[in-house]
């Protein structure tokens, strides 16, 4: 089984911070994604990326920056954390062989004070 | 018009009977069905694939696609009171082959 890690279950952030959330996959599938997860909102996508080195802008990637230095980790980064980035993180990975469903990590869930 | 479209529920379903949750969808050009569960405070895990028209049976699931018709239903036979959750419909989108989540539909199983 692929196995996702995020590296933190919960994590709490003062307003400005800029924030890492890390997520590390072990199976050596090429696409990674990050989504976040508000009620009522559904899951929506910030980034994604195909590749190392490569990176492309989900539906809302304002306020977020992503970093995929080798194959197995991608990290999201908020820049400037703000109280309406308080939400629950969810890294997803892919095998780039055919169209299959995503793997998702265990979640973050970020709340910015 | 949503791209994936779910009735959120509640739905309420007696131990033991079927339980049939529906989805839309509006691309056209979608050629991959995902169905995940989501328990409470947990992250999304993939149950159900299907990628061409008809029924696709998994132990107690069953996921139907009707292309010509945009609908994607799973079936839950036996229902168990484990399988309340939320369930998120999924689907590729045609352009840019992004799989897109439903709001999903909130399943609880009545003892």
């Known amino acids: 089984d692929v196995k996702v890690t995020q590296s933190s279950r919960y994590l709490v952030k003062r307003t400005g911070e800029k924030v890492f959330l890390e997520c590390v996959q072990d199976?050596?599938?090429?696409?990674m994604f990050w989504y976040r997860q508000d009620p009522g909102l559904g899951l929506r996508l910030i980034y994604f990326?195909?590749?190392?080195?490569?990176?492309e802008k989900g539906d809302i990637p304002e306020g977020y920056s992503v970093s995929r230095e080798k194959k197995e980790r991608f990290s999201l980064i908020l820049e400037s954390a703000s109280t309406n980035q308080t939400s629950m993180y969810l890294c997803?990975?892919?095998?780039?062989?055919?169209?299959?469903?995503?793997?998702f990590g265990s979640g973050t869930r970020l709340t910015v004070v | 018009q949503k791209e994936v479209e779910q009735n959120s529920g509640p739905l309420s379903v007696p131990e033991g009977a079927i339980a049939s949750l529906n989805c839309t969808y509006s691309?056209?050009?979608?050629?991959?069905f995902f169905w995940y569960r989501q328990y409470s405070g947990k992250s999304p895990e993939l149950i159900m694939s299907?990628?061409?028209?008809g029924d696709k049976e998994d132990g107690r699931f069953t996921a139907q696609l009707n292309k010509a018709s945009q609908y994607v239903s799973l079936l839950i036979r036996d229902s168990q009171p484990s399988d309340s959750a939320t369930y998120l419909c999924?689907?590729?989108?045609?352009?840019?082959?992004?799989?897109?989540f439903g709001k999903g539909t909130r399943l609880h199983i009545l003892p």
């Open positions: 997803a990975t892919q095998t780039g062989q055919g169209n299959y469903g995503y793997t």
């Open positions: 199976m050596d599938h090429e696409n």
């Open positions: 990326s195909y590749d190392v080195k490569m990176k």
């Open positions: 691309d056209r050009g979608s050629q991959s």
């Open positions: 299907i990628y061409s028209n």
């Open positions: 999924a689907v590729n989108r045609g352009r840019d082959d992004k799989i897109i």
